[in-house]
């Protein structure tokens, strides 16, 4: 997968670094054993970086040094960014393929959960779909958290649906909290929305449906759809 390889043998260090280009790439340095653990990294300048890696250490530096414990350099050059990243995702799942997206420190893309198999319909922030047979409906991704969270609640105050995340049991008695204070919310906790209640829930389950479709410019999506995977629908900037 990488296309150079040359032995690194440390009297001879110069040379090596000599033949090395100062540009961009993804490289892999191995141990004299074959089944030592390799270091895997990108850089934009592979000569400065191995000559730091590679170099005789210095006194009082605690700076990593793996002269000794190097006999291989295996490397691409890159042209972008992009593809440093791309070629440095193939070469860690190959070498470490249980371990690789913690070494990435990939992180998935925040989604708009809604949670229609609730009987109180909520809305929350989440980065895992659940099964594809479910209710549920899924909205994004999202470039950030925070845009997600701007977008779901302004959904949230358009059609005054609930933010909290309990299970409700509507009780007149129960006092209410903040959100129904303020009408933020249909206060289905203590029965605030009164005769229409049964048929305010059925109206907060659908109604978002078409709001978010349109506010995140996408193709229309449903849960039982195989094509769109539980719902889950591109987002454009």
């Given at each position: 997968m990488l296309t150079e390889r040359i032995e690194f043998r440390p009297e001879a260090d110069a040379e090596v670094f000599s033949a090395i280009?100062?540009?961009?790439?993804?490289?892999?340095?191995?141990?004299?054993?074959?089944?030592?653990?390799?270091?895997v990294s990108k850089t934009a300048n592979l000569r400065r970086r191995l000559q730091r890696l590679l170099s005789a250490p210095e006194e009082h530096t605690k700076r990593?040094?793996?002269?000794?414990?190097?006999?291989?350099?295996?490397?691409?050059?890159?042209g972008s960014d992009?593809?440093?990243?791309?070629?440095?995702?193939?070469?860690?799942?190959?070498?470490f393929p249980k371990t690789y997206s913690n070494r990435l420190r990939l992180r998935f893309a925040p989604l708009v959960k809604l949670h229609l198999e609730n009987e109180f319909p909520r809305a929350s922030i989440t980065t895992r779909l659940g099964r594809s047979s479910g209710r549920n409906l899924y909205y994004g991704p999202f470039a950030s958290r925070?845009?997600?969270?701007?977008?779901?609640?302004?959904?949230?105050?358009?059609?005054?649906?609930?933010?909290c995340v309990d299970d409700l049991h509507p009780d007149p008695k129960f006092p209410g909290c903040i959100y129904s204070e303020m009408k933020m919310c249909l206060a289905p906790c203590f029965r605030g929305c009164?005769?229409?209640?049964?048929?305010?829930?059925?109206?907060?389950?659908?109604?978002?449906?078409?709001?978010?479709?349109?506010?995140?410019n996408s193709l229309p999506c449903c849960s039982s759809c195989p094509s769109s995977r539980a719902g889950l629908t591109s987002r454009t900037p």
């Open positions: 280009a100062a540009a961009p790439a993804v490289f892999l340095l191995r141990g004299e054993e074959a089944n030592s653990e390799p270091y990593l040094n793996l002269r000794h414990r190097v006999r291989w350099i295996e490397y691409s050059l890159t992009f593809e440093s990243a791309f070629v440095l995702y193939q070469i860690l799942r190959a070498a925070v845009a997600a969270e701007k977008f779901m609640n302004d959904a949230l105050d358009f059609f005054k649906m609930r933010r009164t005769d229409v209640m049964a048929h305010q829930r059925k109206w907060n389950s659908k109604q978002p449906r078409p709001f978010m479709r349109a506010s995140t």
